[in-house]
């Protein structure tokens, strides 16, 4: 009853949302960088590097990942009756989704990609 009434509490929520978030994103590299980082290299106008975190396994997989963990510990910890930014979650979201938008483009052009395909500018856009 205690651990029940703990996890029920603001406090026991906040406790619970780090861990699980905490398990679930360590495993991948670009979740242990910060978000300033994280936007740079979204922002990035150049391809990813092969040593990017963001290329392995492939950076479409790992762009998905993002944005769908982005987006649910969003929603969870926005539930949470602590205060908690919305600005930067939404706004990293925005330019993960921008990006991914724009790797799927420059993937999708049969042929290869014209040189006016550049991931970074849609990652501005949907930022």
Not at 15 to 42: G, I, V, W
Not at 97 to 111: F, I, K, Q, S, Y
Request: charged letters at 10%; proline letters at 6%; aromatic letters at 12%.
């Amino acid at each position: 009853e205690v651990l029940s009434s703990f996890c029920l509490s603001r406090y026991g929520m906040v406790c619970c949302a780090a861990l699980l978030s905490a398990l679930t994103t360590y495993p991948f590299k670009f979740f242990r960088a910060t978000p300033q980082e994280n936007l740079n290299e979204l922002f990035d106008t150049e391809h990813l590097d092969a040593d990017s975190a963001w290329t392995r396994p492939n950076v479409l997989f790992n762009l998905a990942v993002f944005v769908a963990y982005k987006f649910l510990f969003a929603i969870l910890t926005l539930g949470c009756a602590v205060p908690a930014g919305v600005f930067t979650p939404v706004f990293t979201i925005g330019a993960a989704l921008g990006r991914l938008v724009g790797e799927l483009c420059l993937r999708g052009v049969p042929g290869g990609a014209p040189a006016a395909i550049m991931p970074g500018a849609c990652a501005v856009v949907g930022a």
